[in-house]
């Protein structure tokens, strides 16, 4: 599915543009945001290869991964919204959602926005059975956007992340498509 736009009416998701480096690196190159993250602080060229990865990935032939970038009505790029369809069953009916917000724009109900807009698109747009989250365990807000979008914390996976301090462990929220039906 290309081009992929899906909105609320306070933020909206698209697909990536070469020219949304700058915005992104706002996001993925701040300490504050990235703290929860599995990665460092990104820099320019880092980021500018993330862009050019999501939009080669969104022209896929068959595509597994949908990066798209979150803005504001007034159109300033906000967020980062990904759902990766899981590879190894037949039907590829599950996926895994990730985001991130920029720092100015955290307590606005926004990351909620974004959660919520990503799982109308796996369960509404690509019929997926499953759609999951892994968190760092200290990041609560992580864990209350997701459960505020009717994911349930299924448990712990230990080990999980091997980062610069160490292993980290994560914590799984996930919804099933019956769930996701009655929510909305």
């Not at 081009?3 to 698209?14: D, E, M």
């Not at 939009?55 to 007034?74: F, K």
């Not at 892994?134 to 505020?148: C, F, G, I, L």
């Amino acid at each position: 599915m290309y081009p992929v736009t899906i909105t609320s009416p306070r933020i909206g998701l698209r697909e990536f543009t070469p020219d949304d480096v700058d915005p992104l690196l706002a996001i993925y190159g701040d300490p504050v945001v990235t703290e929860y993250m599995s990665f460092e602080p990104r820099t320019h060229d880092q980021v500018q290869r993330t862009i050019e990865s999501v939009i080669a990935a969104a022209h896929a032939g068959e595509r597994l991964d949908y990066s798209l970038a979150g803005l504001l009505p007034d159109g300033p790029l906000v967020a980062f919204a990904r759902l990766a369809i899981d590879l190894g069953h037949p039907l590829q009916s599950s996926g895994q959602i990730g985001f991130a917000l920029r720092a100015d724009q955290w307590g606005r109900g926004l990351g909620g926005e974004v959660v919520r807009l990503l799982l109308r698109l796996g369960f509404d747009e690509l019929g997926l059975y499953r759609v999951w989250g892994a968190r760092d365990p200290q990041n609560q807000a992580s864990a209350r956007v997701m459960t505020k979008a009717g994911m349930v914390e299924e448990g712990r996976i230990r080990g999980h992340l091997h980062l610069k301090d160490g292993w980290r462990d994560s914590v799984v929220h996930s919804i099933l498509a019956p769930e996701w039906a009655n929510k909305s």
